[in-house]
C-alpha cells in the first residue's frame, strides 16, 4: 500500500447502517477498479493514488456512491465545502446566473461581480480595502509574491527578497512552490531563486525554552550573518495560516515579532488563508487569531464552496501596484465564481459558521484528547482549532512506518463509513464541513478511534 496506492480488490466488511452512514457493499464497492483504471489509462500520474471511492453524490456532510453507500466526511473535499456540500443557497445563486445564460463575462462589468466585491471587502477585516480575483489557490499566490516584489521595487530595495517557512505549503506553480514545500519538491525548477529565504518553523520542541518571538528574530539574525539585510534585501514575508499537513499554528508572539520586523523593515506581511480562511479555524481568517493585520492574504477553497474561486485582498495602496489589465486572468471573476462567493459568505453568516466553528471545535478537541490517550503512544501528538485538525502517529509505536499505519487507518474509516484526509504522510486531518451535525462530528470521531485501534491491533501494528 506504499506509495498511495491502495488495493482496489473488493473487500467484504461489516455492513452498517446508522443516521449517518450506510455501507452496504463490499468496499472498495464492485466497479471502483473499472473506473479507476479508465482514469489510470487517461489521465496524468500526478492525479492518481487517491482512496478507492467514486463519489456519486454529495449533501451536506455526507457522501455517497452510486451503490448507496453513505460515508460522514471528515475532509470537505478538501477544505472547500465549508458551506456545506452542495449548498443549496450556493446552487441557487450559481443557477441565477446560469439561467441568464451569462458563464462568463471576461473582464467586462457585471452587477454581480460589483454585488460580490463589494460584500467581500465588508467581510474581510480592516484594513481591507481592494481584491483581484483567480481561480486557484495556488494562481493567488502568485499574484502575491508579484505583488510583494512590485512594491519592493516601488521602494527601491535593492534586492526583492521573500521570506517564507520551511514545510509550508503554498501550491504547485513556480513561485507558489518555490516559497513552500520541501526541497525534494523544487528539483523540477532547476535553478533556484536566491531571493527566496526560507527559515525554519517553530514548533514546539524546536522553541525549546526560546520564545516564540525569539525563535523568529534568532531566525532572522541567521539571515543578517549571511549577508541578507532586512531593511534593503527584503520585501515580502509569507505565512500560511497554519502549517498545512500537520495543522501547526505559530505562537502567538511569533507572528507578532514577524509583523513588528515586516514593519520596522518596510517588508510586506502576507497570509495564505487558502485553507484556514472562511471560518475553518474558528476565526472568518487564521491570522486574527495571532492578532495582526496583514498588508495582504490569499484566499481559494472555501472561499466559492466548490466553484473556482480565489483571490488576493489587501489595502489598496498594494493592489493597486499592477498597472490596469497587468494581473487579470481569462476567468478573473467569473460571474459563476462570483455568484458562489457572495452566497458562500451570506451563508457563512446566516449560519453562524464562525461561531459553530468554534463550538464544534471544541467537541473535535475533547474527542481527540481522548483517541490520543488510548492510543497507546500511537497518536504522538495532535493539533486542532476550530473544525481543523491532525493526528500525527509516531514510527516506533506505530511499527516503524507512521505514513503507513495512517494510510491504513485511512483505509479502514473509508470501510466504515468516514472519510478523513489523507496526507501521504505520518499524518491524517480532519476538516469537515463547517454545518456538519454534532452527533455526526462525535460519530465520525468514534468510527476514527476504532479504526485506529483496529489497525493497531488486528493489523499486527
Ligand atoms: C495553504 C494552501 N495554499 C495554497 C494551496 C494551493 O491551492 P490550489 O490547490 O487551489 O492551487 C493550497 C492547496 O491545498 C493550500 O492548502
Given at each position: ?368 484528547m481522548k483517541l490520543q490517550s488510548e492510543s497507546g503512544?500511537r497518536i ?69 478511534g476504532?479504526?485506529i485501534a ?8
Amino acid at each position: 500500500m506504499s506509495a498511495g496506492i491502495f488495493d482496489r480488490t473488493p473487500q467484504t466488511v461489516e455492513h452498517i447502517e446508522t443516521a449517518y452512514r450506510r455501507i452496504s457493499t463490499q468496499i472498495p464497492a464492485p466497479g471502483t477498479d473499472d473506473l479507476l483504471t479508465i482514469l489510470d489509462a487517461n489521465e496524468s500520474r500526478s492525479m492518481h493514488g487517491q482512496m478507492p471511492i467514486v463519489w456519486d453524490r454529495a449533501h451536506d456532510f455526507s457522501i455517497y456512491d452510486r451503490a448507496g453507500n453513505r460515508w460522514i466526511d471528515f475532509t470537505s473535499t478538501i477544505f472547500v465545502a465549508n458551506t456545506g456540500h452542495g449548498n443549496r443557497a450556493v446552487r441557487n445563486a450559481v443557477r441565477e446566473v446560469l439561467d441568464k445564460g451569462m458563464m462568463h463575462s471576461y473582464a467586462y462589468a457585471s452587477e454581480i461581480r460589483a454585488s460580490y466585491l463589494e460584500r467581500l471587502i465588508e467581510f474581510a477585516p480592516a484594513p481591507v480595502e481592494k481584491a483581484m480575483l483567480f481561480s486557484s489557490g495556488t494562481e493567488a499566490v502568485e499574484a502575491a509574491f508579484k505583488l510583494m516584489r512590485m512594491q519592493g521595487q516601488k521602494t527601491g530595495k535593492e534586492r526583492l527578497g521573500v521570506v517564507c517557512l520551511e514545510g509550508n505549503y503554498h501550491g504547485r506553480t513556480m513561485a507558489a512552490q518555490m516559497l513552500g514545500g520541501g526541497d525534494d519538491q523544487r528539483i523540477w525548477m532547476g535553478k533556484q531563486d536566491p531571493d527566496i529565504h526560507r527559515i525554519g518553523f517553530p514548533f514546539a520542541w524546536e522553541l525549546g525554552d526560546k520564545s516564540g518571538a525569539n525563535f523568529f528574530r534568532d531566525s532572522i539574525s541567521s539571515l543578517e550573518k549571511g549577508g541578507i539585510h532586512a531593511k534593503k534585501d527584503i520585501c515580502g514575508l509569507l505565512l500560511e495560516g497554519y502549517q498545512g499537513w500537520n495543522a501547526a499554528f505559530y505562537p502567538t508572539d511569533y507572528v507578532q515579532a514577524a509583523a513588528e520586523w515586516c514593519q520596522e523593515n518596510n517588508i510586506l506581511l502576507a497570509f495564505d488563508e487558502i485553507q484556514s480562511g472562511f471560518g475553518r479555524t474558528g476565526k472568518k481568517f487564521c491570522f486574527e487569531h495571532y492578532n495582526v493585520k496583514p498588508d495582504l492574504f490569499c484566499c481559494g477553497k472555501g472561499m466559492g464552496s466548490g466553484i473556482a474561486l480565489s483571490g488576493v485582498l489587501g489595502r489598496a495602496d498594494i493592489m493597486d501596484l499592477p498597472d490596469v489589465g497587468n494581473m487579470s486572468s481569462t476567468n478573473s471573476a467569473n460571474p459563476m465564481a462570483c455568484a458562489a462567493g457572495l452566497a458562500t459568505i451570506k451563508e457563512i453568516e446566516r449560519l453562524n459558521l464562525v461561531a459553530e466553528s468554534v463550538r464544534k471545535g471544541r467537541i473535535l478537541r475533547r474527542e481527540l484528547m481522548k483517541l490520543q490517550s488510548e492510543s497507546g503512544g500511537r497518536i504522538s501528538r495532535f493539533s486542532a482549532r476550530g473544525l481543523v485538525a491532525a493526528l500525527i502517529f509516531d514510527d516506533v509505536k506505530c511499527g516503524g512506518s507512521a505514513a503507513d499505519f495512517a494510510d491504513k487507518v485511512c483505509l479502514k474509516a473509508l470501510e466504515s463509513g468516514l472519510l478523513v484526509v489523507r496526507t501521504g504522510r505520518e499524518s491524517i486531518k480532519i476538516g469537515p464541513p463547517l454545518t456538519i451535525a454534532d452527533e455526526a462530528l462525535e460519530e465520525g470521531l468514534s468510527v476514527l478511534g476504532s479504526a485506529i485501534a483496529d489497525v493497531s491491533w488486528g493489523t499486527g501494528f
